[in-house]
C-alpha cells in the first residue's frame, strides 16, 4: 500500500524528488503496525488528529465535526512558524497587487512632486551601480596567477554575466531620466523600469543574471556586495571564504571545485561527491583557504536553526524564520558508502521560490546535516532546507 499509493498511484504525478521523498514521510507515518494495534492511533502532535475507533459511517460523520476548521501546521507535522511564512506570502501579494492598482491609476500623469522623487531615485540607483569590469585586464591579472584553471574559467563567466547586467542598469537608468526630460522616446521597457522603480520592485529584465526575491533597495545593495566578492578576488588573491550566494551560477562553481580536486589527484570526477564539515570559526580567525574544497559562508537554514554548541539541527525559536548556518567546507571525497543515520539530506536552493523556474531551477545542491535529537522524518516534515539568499 505504502507503495502504491507514495510511488505509483499518487506518487508517480508528483515530479519532484524531494516533494516524493515527503510523500513517503507521510505515508510511513499513516500506514505502519502501530496504526492497526494502537488505540486512537495518533496522525500528528495535534490530540484532535487520530485515527477514530471503528464505527458505523455516522461515528466517523461525527468525529470529522470534531476536526477544527483551520488546521494548525502542527497537523502536518510543520513548526508554528509556517503558519507566519504563509500569512507573510499572502500578505505580500495582496500588497503587490494594491500597489500595482495605484500606480497603474496615475497613467494621466505623475504630480511635480512625484516626478521629483522618480528623478531622486533613479539619480541615486545609476551612481550605486557599479563600474564594469575591464575583461582585458582582468584576463592579463589572471593569467600571472597560480589560480586552478577551472576556477578562473568561473571567474570569466562570473564576470562577463555581471558586466551585461551592469552595462543594461546604467543605460536603462539613465535613458529613464532623460525620457522623463522629454530628451528621448520612453519604449514599454524603459516604462516598465519606471513603474517597477516607483513600486520599488526589481524590472524582470533585471533579473536575466540570477534570480532574487528582494525588493528594489534590498537588490541594489546585495548586487554591490556580489560585485566586491569579485573586485577583491581579482584585485588580490582568490577568497579564502566564498560568499555562494554572489555567484549567478553556484553550481558551476562547486563543479569547477571538484574538477580541481580530480584533475590534482589524477581520478575521474564521476567518482567524487560531496562531504559538509561545519566550521564553528568566523570569518576572520581563518589564516588560509583549504587544501582541498572550498569554505561558504553566507547560507540560512529555513524551517529550523543551527546549533553551534552541538553541531546538529535544532528547533528553531517562535517567530524566528530564518537561521544563519555556520561556514560549511564543501569538502569532494571519492565516493563511498555513507552512513545515513541520523543524518538529514537537506536540499540547498538558491532562493526562497523553491521550485524556481523551468529555465532556471532553484535546487543546487544537497547536503548532509546531523539531525540531532530528532529523527530525518522530523526534518523532512518540517521542509527544512539551505537557502543562497532571502527575500528582503
Given amino acids: 500500500m505504502r507503495y502504491l499509493i507514495a510511488e505509483a498511484n499518487y506518487g508517480g504525478r508528483v515530479t519532484d524528488d524531494w516533494d516524493r521523498r515527503l510523500v513517503n514521510t507521510y505515508i510511513a507515518q499513516f ?109 592579463s591579472t589572471m593569467s600571472a596567477r597560480s589560480d586552478p584553471d577551472p576556477l578562473k574559467t568561473v571567474l570569466f563567466q562570473e564576470l562577463d554575466r555581471y558586466n551585461q547586467l551592469l552595462k543594461l542598469l546604467k543605460k536603462q537608468l539613465k535613458a529613464v531620466q532623460l525620457g522623463m526630460k522629454g530628451l528621448v522616446v520612453i519604449t514599454p521597457d524603459l516604462l516598465v523600469v519606471s513603474q517597477s522603480c516607483q513600486t520599488g520592485s526589481v524590472p524582470d529584465k533585471w533579473s536575466f543574471a540570477y534570480p532574487s526575491c528582494k525588493p528594489l533597495g534590498s537588490w541594489m545593495r546585495d548586487l554591490i556586495l556580489r560585485v566586491v566578492q569579485f573586485q577583491e578576488w581579482v584585485g588580490a588573491h582568490i577568497p579564502k571564504v566564498y560568499w555562494l550566494s554572489g555567484f549567478t551560477y553556484p553550481t ?40 582541498k574544497g572550498a569554505l561558504v559562508k553566507g547560507m540560512f537554514l529555513e524551517g529550523a536553526t543551527w546549533d553551534y554548541e552541538h553541531g546538529c539541527l535544532l528547533e528553531p525559536n517562535p517567530m524566528e524564520l530564518f537561521g544563519a548556518m555556520p561556514i560549511i567546507h564543501f569538502k569532494p571525497s571519492e565516493f563511498k558508502k555513507k552512513s545515513t543515520k541520523g543524518i538529514y539530506n537537506c536540499p540547498a536552493y538558491m532562493y526562497p521560490i523553491r521550485t524556481g523556474t523551468r529555465e532556471r531551477p532553484s535546487f543546487m545542491v544537497a547536503a548532509d546535516l546531523k539531525s540531532g535529537a530528532q529523527d530525518t522524518e522530523f526534518w523532512t516534515k518540517r521542509g527544512v532546507a539551505m537557502l543562497l539568499s532571502l527575500a528582503n
Fill in 31 to 139: 500506514f505502519c503496525p502501530e496504526a492497526l494495534t494502537v488505540n486512537n492511533y495518533p496522525l500528528s502532535s495535534a490530540p484532535e488528529y487520530f485515527l477514530p475507533p471503528d464505527g458505523n459511517l455516522q461515528s466517523y460523520k461525527e468525529y470529522v465535526l470534531t476536526l477544527p476548521m483551520s488546521d494548525p501546521p502542527t497537523a502536518f507535522g510543520q513548526h508554528s512558524n509556517a503558519d507566519i511564512s504563509s500569512q507573510t506570502q499572502d500578505s505580500y501579494e495582496m500588497l503587490a497587487t494594491v500597489t500595482g492598482i495605484v500606480s497603474g491609476g496615475s497613467s494621466d500623469g505623475a504630480s511635480e512632486e512625484a516626478e521629483a522623487r522618480l528623478m531622486n531615485l533613479l539619480s541615486g540607483l545609476y551612481d550605486q551601480v557599479p563600474e564594469t569590469f575591464n575583461m582585458r585586464e582582468v584576463h
Fill in 252 to 291: 558551476g562553481f562547486l563543479t569547477a571545485i571538484l574538477q580541481t580536486t580530480a584533475r590534482s589527484e589524477g581520478i575521474a570526477i564521476d567518482t567524487l561527491s560531496w562531504e559538509f564539515p561545519i566550521i564553528n570559526m568566523k570569518e576572520d580567525a581563518i589564516e588560509a583557504a583549504p587544501t
